[in-house]
């Protein structure tokens, strides 16, 4: 019941740049709550990419980078590298319920 | 280093219950809200429950309301999911997080645990 929208699957080529795009409502991203991004691998934790819209956390490479506006946001990697090969997930609150998080459907990047 | 490690996840059948445990290190575990947040199998993350720093705000997710319960114990830094009445639908892995707070806009993680999976099946 994820209340964000992002696109299931999005691929480059080692070097280009991709986007992901995150879509939600006047409830969530639209009521001015940050976007944060995520980057989780397949069975390990997941990892803190963008806080703040537009924010990286130490260690986090230059080549990611996030912005927001209205009620979306957009995660964009340039210099597509293999080791981007992964699922990222945008991440907000919602004003429905104090303490509610919501994340997004989850977009698998292919690097071709 | 912030560590947070998850136990207690296992096979149940429908209908039963586990108790999980999240062991925090290397902050102020008391200072913070902390969350779970499940991945079922071919799925994306889901947030399922957090807690203020003293256990006095709890809240969930619609679909766990009234079978799960999160808790915590200050003095031994750990963070419990209590579920009840499982179903095959709460397979996933359970991760713990911390559940940051830097403006009244601004709520994420940005620690999370290596999860333990809990698997309903008969």
């Known amino acids: 019941q994820s209340v964000l929208t992002q696109p299931p699957s999005v691929s480059g080529a080692p070097g280009q740049r991709v986007t992901i795009s995150c879509t939600g409502s006047s409830s969530n991203i639209g009521a001015g709550y940050d976007v944060h991004w995520y980057q989780h691998l397949p069975g390990t934790a997941p990892k803190l990419l963008i806080y703040g819209n537009t924010n990286r956390p130490s260690g986090v490479p230059d080549r990611f980078s996030g912005s927001k506006s209205g009620t979306s946001a957009s995660l964009a990697i340039t210099g597509l590298q293999a080791e981007d090969e992964a699922d990222y997930y945008c991440?907000?609150?919602?004003?429905?319920?104090?303490?509610?998080?919501?994340f997004g459907t989850g977009t698998k990047v292919t690097v071709l | 280093e912030v560590q947070l490690v998850e136990s207690g996840g296992g096979l149940v059948q429908p209908g039963g219950s586990l108790r999980l445990s999240c062991a925090a290190s290397g902050f102020t575990f008391s200072r913070n809200w902390m969350s779970w947040v499940r991945q079922a199998p071919g799925k994306g993350l889901e947030w399922v429950a957090n807690?203020?720093?003293?256990?006095?705000?709890?809240y969930y997710v619609d679909s766990v309301k009234g079978r799960f319960t999160i808790s915590r114990d200050n003095a031994k830094n750990s963070l419990y999911l209590q579920i009840n009445s499982l179903r095959a639908e709460d397979t996933a892995v359970y991760y713990c997080?911390?559940?940051?707070?830097?403006?009244?806009?601004?709520?994420?993680?940005?620690?999370w645990g290596q999860g333990t999976l809990v698997t309903v099946s008969s």
């Open positions: 807690l203020n720093q003293d256990g006095s705000e709890k």
């Open positions: 997080a911390r559940d940051l707070s830097s403006s009244s806009a601004r709520f994420y993680f940005d620690y």
């Open positions: 991440q907000s609150h919602d004003s429905s319920l104090r303490g509610s998080r919501v």
